[in-house]
């Protein structure tokens, strides 16, 4: 689940060499009746399929697309895509503005204890001997060395193992991504960027979250028995395909078939936050802030399906909401 979640939601971008990972796909390794299982619910999805919207209110015009935070094959060519409609746009929103991700940086820099456990008990005393073994090696296996992933906060230790280890061998902790290449082009025409969210309130909403609960969700994402490079392949060959909404039901079929008696829960849990509470806050701030205007919303694609999804919220809202072709 978390896998997933680092991988469409985290705001870490990785770089270009992560097109050259590659690996099996899950969903078609599935069993028959869980694909389809799997399909049927993302299928029943308001707005299942598709990366690039329009949403338009009165004067109001919303270009909406929908990013997958790592670097892959069609980067560059969606960015080409993006630039007319940058260019028309009065203002481009993005997850995290340009400014505030410098300024979480360096809040992370002076203030450590936001992303480490500074003082008491650390990973290996939390987890146990068996499950910091298995977590260290998964670790070390993206280029982390032990030292460093012992003290993680158990929120990002789970973060961290949604990058797959050949991403993370690759440079995926480096940055480079579509996120920050539209907010790049943006500031290039004098447009900036703006914050969506602040999104180190989001991470303190979950880290308020009991500790043995947050220890759950490694313990959790370690229990998958399966090939994490094939699952962050799986998710961008998908992304790709622009199935999110099947993305989503994956990952939630993967959580509850190995996550233990509270995955439900915990799923439910984690796509309150990530994604209910999100786009609610997300719609509400652009409507108040950008009546009559034309802006380019760029954020997680994992936010867009669903009834509780970014589109379907806008539609509530009053909005006629039209899919775009990725490819003019």
Partial sequence: MLRLVAVILLVVQPVAAIALCEGKDLIDAMPEAERQAVQTRADATPYPEGLLWRAERGETEITIFGT???????????????????????????????EDQKGFQTEIARDPS??????????????????WQHFKAEMEARMIPGFMAAKFKPLWAAMMLGIGPCEARNGGLEGGG??????????????????????????????TEP???????????????????????????RYLQQEVALMWEFSRAVSLKYGGPTAEEDFARLEEVFL??????????????????????????????????????????????ERLPLRP
């Fill in 68 to 98: 997958y935070h790592f670097r892959h094959a069609e980067t560059d060519a969606h960015l080409e895509r993006l630039k007319p409609l940058i260019d028309a746009a009065d203002a481009v929103y993005l997850e995290m503005s340009l």
């Fill in 211 to 237: 500790a043995e609960k947050q220890i759950e969700m490694i313990r959790m994402t370690l229990a998958w028995p399966g090939d994490a490079n094939d699952m962050s392949y799986t998710i961008r060959e």
């Fill in 114 to 131: 936001i992303m480490f456990i500074t003082e008491g008990e650390t990973l290996p005393d939390l987890l146990g001997e068996a499950d």
């Fill in 178 to 207: 579509i996120d920050e290449m539209v907010g790049e082009y943006a500031a290039e025409q004098g447009l900036g960027t703006r914050s969506l969210e602040d999104f180190a309130e989001v991470l303190a909403t979950l880290d």
């Fill in 276 to 321: 209910t509470e999100r786009n609610a806050a997300w719609v509400e701030t652009l409507l108040a802030e950008v009546a009559g205007q034309n802006v380019v919303r760029a954020a997680g694609a994992g936010p867009l399906p669903g009834e509780s999804g970014f589109l379907y919220l806008l539609e509530q809202e009053g909005c006629s909401v």
